[in-house]
């Protein structure tokens, strides 16, 4: 039986080593600060249509769920939705 570790894990579902690094990068951004993570949730999910578009499914799926740990982080009360 094969270990996988967290960051290949990560690699795998969301496309980046550290999800929670990714968080931090959110929390981090002026997007965030100015406007809210809402607006970064929306801001994926236009990136995975435009990845569809170009027939990139994979990276789409990656982005899609890169968008739902954010969701995931305001449902939880760690990130604030709106500004």
């Not at 690699?11 to 951004?29: E, H, P, R, T």
């Amino acid at each position: 039986m094969q270990v996988i570790s967290q960051p290949q894990t990560n690699l795998s579902m969301y496309g980046v080593a550290d999800i929670n690094a990714f968080i931090q990068s959110i929390k981090d951004s002026y997007t965030y600060k100015a406007i809210g993570a809402n607006m970064i949730v929306a801001g994926l999910m236009s990136d995975a249509q435009e990845l569809i578009s170009m027939g990139d499914s994979e990276r789409a799926r990656k982005t899609l769920n890169r968008a739902k740990a954010v969701l995931f982080e305001i449902i939880d009360g760690n990130l604030v939705g709106n500004q």
